[in-house]
């Protein structure tokens, strides 16, 4: 799922916003297979996917090659990654 909304949004912020109108609130990642995802994607859907992971996700736990991560609002993704 999120790999089609990322292909079908124009921004990173439109990704953010479709998954929380989805009631999405946090994301499970599996490190190497997102990595592995994103590396054979086409540049424009790296640069959505890296701008909402750089302003709208904020890592909460990362173990054993899985990240937690919590979609937040970017004035306070960009305030707590300020600190």
Do not use: C, K
Request: charged share 30%.
């Amino acid at each position: 799922m999120f790999t089609n909304i990322a292909e079908e949004a124009d921004s990173g912020r439109a990704i953010a916003e479709r998954l929380t109108q989805l009631g999405y609130t946090h994301l499970v990642v599996r490190a190497d297979l997102f990595r592995q995802w994103l590396d054979g994607s086409d540049p424009e859907i790296r640069v959505r996917v890296e701008n909402f992971t750089r302003f709208r996700l904020e890592e909460l736990v990362n173990e054993q090659g899985y990240g937690l991560y919590e979609i937040v609002d970017p004035e306070n993704a960009l305030s707590r990654n300020a600190d």
